[in-house]
């Protein structure tokens, strides 16, 4: 049997870097298994839908260059399509699939409609809650006689329908990262599978749908791991093979607590909008979770195609630390092709006042220059405004002590008329123009190393440390250099 597998969101309008990871994961083993890797939307909770959602989320996918090859997904205009023969994939158009499922659990006894109201719901979880820790549902509509049951149907009385677990019961189901799970039905709830609204419940449309599209592994994130007896349980009584189950271990923030909107960025949206690279937070997210065998930190997207493996991936939580990530972007922008990186760059600087829309065009060799110059040390590109700002100062003031006495030297003193008869003499201010006049103000003025670069640095940027002098020179132009040296 071939491997399908699949990610099934709910459209909540961001995907939580959780979440693309399990995405990446899933195309991972389904790209190493010569397998199918598709998109269900799971919105069954018709109460959280956020309009607009599942476009942006399969945007946000698409982007990541995470690229599922069924289900639900966008057409070249950006609208929703669905491609596939299992269809459809989006949850709230199978309902009439789920009501025909639903019929048969209810002949076979083991679903059974409650008519319990919410206040005594809420009576009965706070008296559970006091008495055994946890809320659960007392069973009260398991007890009534099918005449009753059925009288009350006919007379619309609104209900659910749950699962009727059987009592006192081991489930057991092996999970390739856990080993064997084992759970009594005496912890568990009787689940609600179908809602007063008519719409099934997560719990009953994942398997209902995982069955149907033929997922031969679920592979969702720990947070899942509790409902899963309920799932094996469903799956048994429909007279169904499980599938093999494998919960990803959580992503955790640096305190070790689950990463959470709370923190910070969380999003695939958030890390785009600032500017980290797709192939970057890829690389990262794989390796939250999963370990290669050798001590590889940095992986294309082919290349974890080729390595990553379940057998690999730990139980443990895996830390999220934007230090890490942000090294790793910096090794992105690095290695970037620098049109590409320039197209991606002029947006913040357009939208920080740096550069015009108009005149873009025109200034496309400036962006480049100055993306030579600062990418050795750019964590991603929301920060480019602030390194661009040295560029476009009027006056230059020293930023700090330490620059204030380079300000003041007599270093300085003896530099820059030297320095400012220099650069009039260049015709452009190219590096190939720069060094050797350097060199030969070097020896004129005896200065050399620290004493000669701080000096000059404070002098055109008002710091002491940065990038390449000569470059910054070259991105500043003669005129600006020569306004600073004056
Ligand atoms: N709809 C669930 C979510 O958004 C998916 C859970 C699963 O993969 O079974 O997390």
Same mark, same amino acid.
């Given at each position: 049997?071939? /491997?399908?597998?699949?990610?099934?969101?709910?459209?909540?309008?961001?995907?939580?870097?959780?979440?693309?990871?399990?995405?990446?994961?899933?195309?991972?083993?389904?790209?190493?298994?010569?397998?199918?890797?598709?998109?269900?939307?799971?919105?069954?909770?018709?109460?959280?839908?956020?309009?607009?959602?599942?476009?942006?989320?399969?945007?946000?996918?698409?982007?990541?260059?995470?690229?599922?090859?069924?289900?639900?997904?966008?057409?070249?205009?950006?609208?929703?399509?669905?491609?596939?023969?299992?269809?459809?994939?989006?949850?709230?158009?199978?309902?009439?699939?789920?009501?025909?499922?639903?019929?048969?659990?209810?002949?076979?006894?083991?679903?059974?409609?409650?008519?319990?109201?919410?206040?005594?719901?809420? &009576?009965?979880?706070?008296?559970?809650?006091?008495?055994?820790?946890?809320?659960?549902?007392?069973?009260?509509?398991?007890?009534?006689?099918?005449?009753?049951?059925?009288?009350?149907?006919?007379?619309?009385?609104?209900?659910?329908?749950?699962?009727?677990?059987?009592?006192?019961?081991?489930?057991?189901?092996?999970?390739?990262?856990?080993?064997?799970?084992?759970?009594?039905?005496?912890?568990?709830?009787?689940?609600?599978?179908?809602?007063?609204?008519?719409?099934?419940?997560?719990?009953?449309?994942?398997?209902?749908?995982?069955?149907?599209?033929?997922?031969?592994?679920?592979?969702?994130?720990?947070?899942?791991?509790?409902?899963?007896?309920?799932?094996?349980?469903?799956?048994?009584?429909?007279?169904?093979?499980?599938?093999?189950?494998?919960?990803?271990?959580?992503?955790?923030?640096?305190?070790?607590?689950?990463?959470?909107?709370?923190?910070?960025?969380?999003?695939?949206?958030?890390?785009?909008?600032?500017?980290?690279?797709?192939?970057?937070?890829?690389?990262?997210?794989?390796? &939250?979770?999963?370990?290669?065998?050798?001590?590889?930190?940095?992986?294309?997207?082919?290349?974890?195609?080729?390595?990553?493996?379940?057998?690999? /991936?730990?139980?443990?939580?895996?830390?999220?630390?934007?230090?890490?990530?942000?090294?790793?972007?910096?090794?992105?922008?690095?290695?970037?092709?620098?049109?590409?990186?320039?197209?991606?760059?002029?947006?913040?600087?357009?939208?920080?006042?740096?550069?015009?829309?108009?005149?873009?065009?025109?200034?496309?060799?400036?962006?480049?220059?100055?993306?030579?110059?600062?990418?050795?040390?750019?964590?991603?590109?929301?920060?480019?405004?602030?390194?661009?700002?040295?560029? #476009?100062?009027?006056?230059?003031?020293?930023?700090?002590?330490?620059?204030?006495?380079?300000?003041?030297?007599?270093?300085?003193?003896?530099?820059?008329?030297?320095?400012?008869?220099?650069?009039?003499?260049?015709?452009?201010?190219?590096?190939?123009? &720069?060094?050797?006049?350097?060199?030969?103000?070097?020896?004129?003025?005896?200065?050399?190393?620290?004493?000669? #670069?701080?000096?000059?640095?404070?002098?055109?940027?008002?710091? /002491?440390?940065?990038?390449?002098? &000569?470059?910054?020179?070259?991105?500043?132009?003669?005129?600006? /250099?020569?306004?600073?040296?004056?």
């Amino acid at each position: 049997m071939s /491997v399908r597998v699949r990610f099934a969101p709910s459209p909540t309008g961001f995907v939580h870097v959780g979440g693309l990871r399990t995405a990446l994961y899933n195309y991972l083993f389904a790209k190493a298994n010569q397998g199918t890797y598709l998109l269900r939307i799971e919105d069954t909770d018709q109460e959280r839908l956020v309009e607009g959602a599942v476009e942006s989320m399969l945007r946000s996918l698409d982007w990541a260059g995470i690229h599922h090859t069924e289900g639900v997904m966008l057409d070249d205009q950006g609208r929703v399509v669905e491609k596939g023969n299992k269809g459809p994939y989006i949850q709230s158009r199978r309902l009439s699939v789920y009501r025909s499922h639903m019929d048969k659990l209810l002949a076979s006894g083991h679903a059974y409609p409650c008519f319990c109201s919410k206040e005594r719901l809420e &009576i009965v979880r706070e008296k559970e809650r006091m008495e055994k820790g946890t809320p659960r549902y007392d069973g009260h509509c398991r007890q009534l006689e099918k005449e009753e049951v059925e009288k009350r149907l006919k007379n619309g009385e609104t209900h659910v329908i749950r699962l009727k677990l059987p009592e006192k019961e081991e489930i057991r189901f092996d999970d390739l990262v856990r080993g064997t799970v084992s759970v009594s039905t005496e912890d568990l709830d009787d689940q609600v599978l179908l809602k007063s609204d008519g719409y099934p419940t997560y719990h009953f449309a994942v398997v209902v749908d995982d069955h149907l599209m033929e997922i031969t592994h679920v592979i969702r994130g720990e947070e899942w791991l509790a409902s899963t007896p309920k799932h094996v349980y469903l799956y048994q009584a429909m007279g169904w093979e499980t599938p093999t189950y494998v919960h990803l271990p959580n992503i955790l923030n640096t305190d070790r607590k689950k990463l959470s909107k709370r923190h910070g960025d969380v999003s695939a949206e958030d890390f785009q909008r600032k500017g980290y690279l797709p192939e970057a937070l890829v690389n990262y997210l794989a390796l &939250i979770g999963w370990s290669p065998e050798d001590n590889q930190e940095i992986f294309s997207i082919d290349e974890l195609e080729k390595s990553f493996s379940l057998k690999r /991936v730990s139980k443990s939580g895996g830390v999220f630390d934007v230090k890490k990530l942000n090294w790793m972007n910096t090794h992105y922008i690095r290695e970037a092709d620098l049109e590409e990186l320039t197209r991606l760059a002029i947006p913040y600087l357009i939208e920080s006042g740096y550069l015009q829309e108009q005149t873009v065009e025109s200034q496309k060799q400036w962006v480049r220059n100055f993306l030579e110059v600062i990418r050795e040390n750019l964590h991603y590109l929301a920060e480019l405004p602030e390194k661009a700002a040295v560029f #476009f100062q009027d006056s230059i003031q020293p930023e700090d002590g330490e620059a204030a006495e380079w300000w003041e030297s007599e270093e300085l003193t003896i530099l820059r008329p030297a320095l400012q008869k220099a650069v009039e003499s260049m015709a452009t201010m190219t590096p190939e123009e &720069i060094k050797p006049a350097f060199k030969a103000l070097q020896k004129e003025t005896g200065l050399k190393g620290p004493q000669f #670069f701080k000096p000059v640095r404070v002098a055109l940027t008002g710091k /002491v440390h940065g990038p390449d002098l &000569i470059l910054i020179m070259k991105v500043l132009g003669k005129e600006t /250099v020569l306004h600073r040296l004056r």
